[in-house]
């Protein structure tokens, strides 16, 4: 029988880990479940290891994000297939049961769960992308979840197959502390020719509100991140002639648009991605 891993990595998630890691442990018995701390500031390791001792604790000695401490977990996890949640996803009952085909396939990558969203507009389905080139970005969006195909894996709810996670690298460290890397871990992976899916059978709950990244950063610097990281993914991935050329020639446009909208992080996120590159 396969083994599993389930990874969590948690920044400051205490009450989190304490209302859904139980969820967590008895939706996967019999698998390893492992939470890589990145150096929290509250009393998440103490609280791990006094509730729960079944559980591995991974310890980062400072604060690196979100992929430095995902790829730590991976590192360290004994499963074929890996389970990556947030702190703030739960699964569902049942949820595994329609995962584990997919991997009879070699080729097959990951697979994305659909996530029950509560978000202050209400519950919306989530976990499949779609998306295109257009304007000289990478544009996503949410997809409908009634299809199996997806852009991309969510790196909140998605189970991978860690000998192909360690062969692609893992997730790219430069675009710490969040947001695209699971997008440029999917595109790479697709690009080398393995498979993705969606699956829309298996449901997780994911509390948007109560994530570590709304408590840490302001909205202006999330927005910044998020552009910054949304700059340097073009420039690694369509890094063809073609490609680059399209994209610079875009970019007095959406510096246009940009100005008339205020956002000035944008143009902020555009000259911190030059120190990734």
Not at 29 to 43: F, K, L, P, Y
Not at 183 to 194: E, H, N, P, Q, T
Not at 208 to 217: A, L, M, P, T
Request: proline share 4%; with cysteine.
């Amino acid at each position: 029988m396969v083994k599993i891993s389930v990874v969590i990595p948690n920044y400051n998630g205490r009450k989190l880990l304490e209302k859904n890691l139980p969820i967590v442990i008895k939706a996967t018995r019999g698998c390893e479940v492992i939470v890589v701390d990145d150096a929290s500031d509250d009393d998440s390791v103490d609280f791990l290891k006094t509730h729960f001792p079944e559980v591995k604790v991974l310890i980062s000695s400072k604060n690196r994000g979100f992929s430095s401490t995902v790829n730590y977990g991976f590192e360290k996890a004994e499963g074929e297939l890996i389970l990556l949640l947030n702190t703030d996803v739960y699964p569902k009952a049942r949820f595994m049961e329609p995962l584990l085909s997919y991997f009879k396939d070699p080729a097959v990558f990951g697979v994305g769960l659909i996530q029950e969203s509560r978000e202050k507009e209400g519950v919306i389905l989530r976990g499949r992308g779609l998306g295109e080139f257009r304007r000289g970005f990478l544009v996503h969006w949410k997809g409908e979840a009634d299809k199996k195909d997806t852009l991309w894996i969510s790196a909140g709810a998605g189970i991978f197959r860690k000998n192909l996670w360690i062969k692609l690298g893992g997730l790219d460290e430069k675009y710490n502390p969040f947001y695209w890397e699971d997008i440029d871990l999917s595109w790479r992976a697709v690009k080398k020719g393995y498979k993705i899916y969606f699956e829309f059978q298996s449901k997780v709950v994911h509390e948007q509100k109560e994530g570590s990244i709304r408590n840490k950063y302001t909205p202006d610097q999330i927005k910044r991140i998020a552009y910054r990281n949304q700059f340097y993914f073009i420039r690694k991935n369509f890094n063809n002639p073609i490609g680059l050329l399209r994209h610079y020639l875009w970019l007095p446009y959406h510096f246009l648009k940009a100005v008339k909208r205020g956002d000035w992080a944008f143009f902020r996120g555009f000259l911190d991605s030059f120190n990734l590159s």
